[in-house]
């Protein structure tokens, strides 16, 4: 169904200008950005399918460039540059005009508390990044990847662009043990040497890979396994 044969109640715009911006969706909202869809698809409908397309494959829209987005069928440099720029501008004008401090991590500790309510009650294993400057200062927070009950997988690619395109320093990565266990399997063990020496290679800094389970935390620095 196109947008404009949609109950009036129904539409983005409208619900935006009755309701407010915190009664859309996500997909509403981008839907709002992009304006129109393609030949027999919706804007409603390619939102959904960028926003898929970002969770799968650049770990979300924030931070994606128009070039990642074009990739998505029906997505041109307009559509895309639209997207960046509305991010971009989020970012500026956020934290600026709210006044608040980015937040400071200078210890595991920091990063778990940091981390913590975003792992809470999670039955599916998250991988989540904290973009990390040179003065310790988490620059973003970012959902890598969501799996099974079990466990999710992400390579360095899927983990390192996002911190690349924000020119980061380091990275703490983070990801939960749904079983509640938080000592680190020999997957664990291998994936995170393979990726320190990959953030190496590009000049960005694995500063820590934290297991959370149900109620504890291993930091794989601690353990030695991260230098």
Known sequence: MQIKDMPAGERPQEKLMYYGAGALSNTELLSLIIRSGIKGKSALEMAGEIIAYAQEEIGGLDGACASELMRVSGVGAGKACSIVAAFELGRRMGPDKQNKPRPVVKSTLDAVNLLRSDFDCEKREHIIELIMNSRCEVEAKQIISIGELSSTVAG?????????????????????????????????????????????????????HIIIGRSSFVSLREKGIIQ
Do not use: M
């Not at 390192?160 to 020999?186: F, T, V, Y």
């Not at 997957?187 to 820590?208: F, N, P, Q, Y």
């Open 156 to 208: 360095p690619r899927e983990i390192l662009s996002p911190a690349i395109r924000r020119g980061a320093a380091g990275i703490i990565l983070a990801h939960n043990h749904p079983s509640g266990d938080p000592n680190p399997s020999s997957e664990d063990i291998k994936s995170t040497k393979k990726l320190a020496a990959a953030a190496g290679i590009v000049g960005i800094k694995l500063l820590d």
